[in-house]
């Protein structure tokens, strides 16, 4: 057989080596008209509000690319356990991140040795704004009222995690208001509860943590530059005087060197899902803003937010 081709191959003045290397293309480099063939994994992060968003995306997705599309929940590290999960599988399509500003907290943090560049964008798909509560009992109805508190004495506020995006929104704001507080970290979805109990005298987490409990928990102020549709007729931080704009992004990568039309064959399918009114309808529900951007634009996003996040570390002394 080998004799046979070979005269062939002499004839056509191609080299087996360059014959060898057309019959690999197709395994190493799929067309986006060939992808995708296979179920495929979105890795989660972190519970609460982030997976159940995961969940409506993944199933949008499903019915988008026509195979399986799984939300598995790989938490640890504050995301670095599932980004290093994503970031060892093929660059093919088949394993992407549901990714946020974790990855550039987790990073310089010192959680995690690789950066934001070791995945490539899909597409972002939406926003949560934090939200600064205290108990209703407090007598606290405005920003200007906690920061009168909390220059008679420290107070102490529940956050996700020390280096969390809750942590450094919490740090943002409290800068505005010239105030020093105390940070008592909890787990994900904890800090209401501690607020409900005494613990803490206030707590900055999703305003969806906080809906369940109206009677007993006053949100005070969101911090993005808008108000947050699930809770309207609280007032931004702006709108009090303390201008600070600190949102958690959500979107989509996978590991980097994916083929470009692959990725692209994502993107249409991600914007399909975040721009459907049933998908709207979910995230409202969630307290989630869907906000699609491309890759490109998406990319511009990670990359301005790593330089910020990374300064706001460094003030709190939290950068490795």
């Not at 790989?74 to 670095?80: E, F, S, V, Y």
């Not at 010239?178 to 409900?196: D, F, N, R, W």
């Not at 007729?233 to 958690?248: L, R």
Request: charged letters at 15%.
């Amino acid at each position: 057989m080998f004799n046979r081709v070979l005269p062939v191959l002499r004839a056509r003045s191609l080299p087996l080596v360059a014959f060898g290397a057309l019959l690999l293309a197709p395994c190493t480099a799929p067309l986006a008209s060939d992808f995708p063939k296979q179920p495929i994994e979105m890795t989660v992060l972190f519970g609460g509000s982030s997976a159940t968003i995961a969940q409506v995306l993944a199933d949008g997705l499903s019915k988008q690319l026509k195979v399986p599309v799984a939300a598995v929940s790989r938490t640890g590290g504050g995301g670095a356990a599932g980004y290093s999960f994503v970031k060892a599988t093929p660059p093919n399509g088949y394993n992407v991140v549901w990714n946020s500003n974790s990855i550039n907290t987790v990073f310089h943090g010192g959680n995690m040795p690789f950066d934001y560049r070791a995945f490539d964008p899909v597409a972002q798909v939406g926003m949560e704004v934090p939200a600064l509560a205290v108990r209703s009992d407090s007598g606290w109805k405005t920003l200007a009222d906690v920061a009168a508190a909390g220059k008679k004495q420290k107070l102490k506020v529940g956050i996700s995690g020390r280096g969390s995006f809750t942590h450094l929104a919490s740090a943002a704001l409290f800068k505005k208001m010239g105030i020093e507080v105390v940070y008592v970290p909890y787990g994900t979805g904890s800090a209401p509860v501690e607020l409900l109990g005494g613990r803490v005298d206030a707590a900055l987490q999703w305003p969806s943590q906080f809906t369940a409990m109206a009677d007993k928990i006053h949100i005070v102020a969101v911090t993005s530059h808008t108000r947050v549709p699930l809770v309207p007729n609280v007032p931004t931080a702006k709108e009090q005087g303390f201008d600070v704009n600190v949102v958690m992004w959500r979107g989509v990568a996978v590991p980097a060197g994916t083929p470009k039309d692959v990725v692209a064959r994502l993107q249409g399918a991600v914007q399909a899902v975040v721009t459907s009114a049933e998908f709207k309808s979910q995230s409202a529900k969630l307290g989630f803003e869907p906000e699609f951007l491309a890759a490109s634009e998406f990319g511009k996003l990670i990359a301005r937010d790593d330089a910020e996040i990374a300064g706001l570390m460094t003030e709190l002394g939290l950068k490795k």
